[in-house]
């Protein structure tokens, strides 16, 4: 399996666990189990009322930061804040209260900088951080947590928003290079939770209706993937959690689809994603590894 295709797994996996999840946003356990037993297709419909395959803001905010990527040729705070500045003016299907707060305000500042605030650890810098991690595959691990700030910045400028961008982009980056589910664990998930504790996800009670909170996002995603062994079975198990279903859908099947790959993803799944939005992703996650591959080579 190459890199490249465990880069496009991941970035199909963002988005089938975004369309998966968005059926049962804000919904919890008990009323998902009642209303479908388990959930477990692209179906579309919940709150904002979706077609079957339709995504979200998590995905494409993830494809505005891409594009902003390839066409700057690296990761870049001004190129991401105008990109999703233009994002947010084409009225897309939901935007988290954050994100619209600190956009307007580098429409008016032109600061690509939110302040710092521990208020804003949200999950919305997490959700759309996967083409730092493709763009940045094989560079300096100072280079790689200075991209990821750059993009969560300009919206989430939080000490568990940065930490939690950059332990998953070196979790993505590990598993796009094959390494096994026990290295991410050990060189990554646990040495999270001994800097910041609150990120603890052992021992505590399995994550039910987890908020956008990104300690509640990180701590759902964690269980549902290190505690399944196959794409399916950790995408089904996260969304059925409920609450902010349709992030921590897209976290954990982005990290899943870099560690299992495409063979990994359903077809049924695959072939009900809205044709354009699986095309963007394919085509999107091509080029930035291409692009890391030669920025690499210059470095």
Known sequence: MTTTDRAVAAYLGLAIGDAMGATVEFMTPREIAAKYRIHDTLTGGG??????GQVTDDTTMSLALGSSI???????????????????RAKP?????????????????GNPEAPCSEHDAGNGALMRVLPVALATLNHSED?????????????????????ACETLVFMIQDALLGREKNHLLH???????????EFKFRGIRPSSNPSGYVVDTVQAVFQA???TDDFRSCLVDVVNRGGDADTTGAIASMLAGALYGLEAIPDVWRNTLNADIRHSCEAQARALIQ?????????
Not at 47 to 52: D, N, V
């Open 47 to 52: 709150w904002l009322h979706l077609k079957p």
């Open 291 to 299: 692009l890391a591959d030669e920025s690499a080579k210059t470095a």
């Open 187 to 197: 060189q990554h998930a646990h040495p999270l939770v001994t800097r910041h504790p």
């Open 70 to 88: 390839l066409a700057h040729g690296s990761v870049d705070a001004l190129a991401a804040a105008h990109a999703f500045d233009a994002w947010m």
């Open 93 to 109: 299907v939901d935007i988290g209260n954050t994100v619209r707060r600190n956009l307007l305000q580098f429409r008016n500042t």
């Open 143 to 163: 280079a790689i947590r200075a991209a990821c700030r750059a993009q969560g910045h300009v919206t989430h400028n939080s000490s568990l928003s940065d930490a």
């Open 225 to 227: 993937f290190f505690d």
